[in-house]
Structures are given as C-alpha cells and as structure tokens.
C-alpha cells in the first residue's frame, strides 16, 4: 500500500534552515508528482510546493519562493523540502502528499527563538 513517511522537522530559530524528507514506498515514485503541504495551528492546509515527476517542474506557493526548494531522488524514492530563512510564520505541521488523496502523518516544523 502507499506508503508517506515525513521527517526532518524540528525546533528552529528565526533565519535557520532545515530539510524536510519524504520516504515514499508501495506505489512508482518516479511516476508521480509529490507536493508539500503545511497546516499551521487555526488555519487551513495549503500548498507549499509541487514537483513533476522527472523533477523538472516546480512551483511554489508565493509566501516561500526564493527561501524553499523542493527536490527529488527517484533512486532513493525520496521528495525533500529544503527550508531557508525560516520564519515564525512558517511554523506548521507539513505533509507529504501523492496524487490521489494520499497523504503521510506530518512533520513538525517549529520556528521559534
């Protein structure tokens, strides 16, 4: 069965950085897009970032382009999210996620000093 394991997340002080990964298993990885997306505490989910299946596509919500970076290995069927100058309001649970409503359990990204 699909497979999304998140990890990575943690403590960080303002202007730090961190990389976010995701194991995929049970399913092609290199035969599908993957996104992140983050939940911050009384909001929505959205979007953060996408990535094609090659890798060659990306897109980036506005609040983080220039300071996020999605990127894939599909030999190691991983996706990552490296995070640069992170910010308060970047603190959310963030979720890997596979087309067709798969989603893995969350990574805590905690941006505080």
């Keep these: ?42 909001k929505e989910r959205e979007l953060v970032a996408s990535i094609s299946s090659a890798g060659g596509i990306t897109n980036y919500a506005e609040s983080v382009k220039g300071r996020f970076t999605i990127s894939r290995d599909n030999a190691k069927n991983t996706v990552y999210l490296q995070m640069h100058s992170l910010k308060p309001e970047d603190t959310a649970v963030y979720y890997c996620k596979r087309r067709g409503d798969y989603w893995g359990k969350g990574a805590l990204v905690t941006v505080s000093s």
């Design 1 to 42: 069965q699909v497979q999304l394991v998140e990890s990575g997340g943690g403590l960080v002080q303002p202007g730090g950085s961190l990389r976010l990964s995701c194991a995929a298993s049970g399913f092609p990885f290199s035969a599908y897009g993957m996104s992140w997306y983050r939940q911050a505490p009384g």
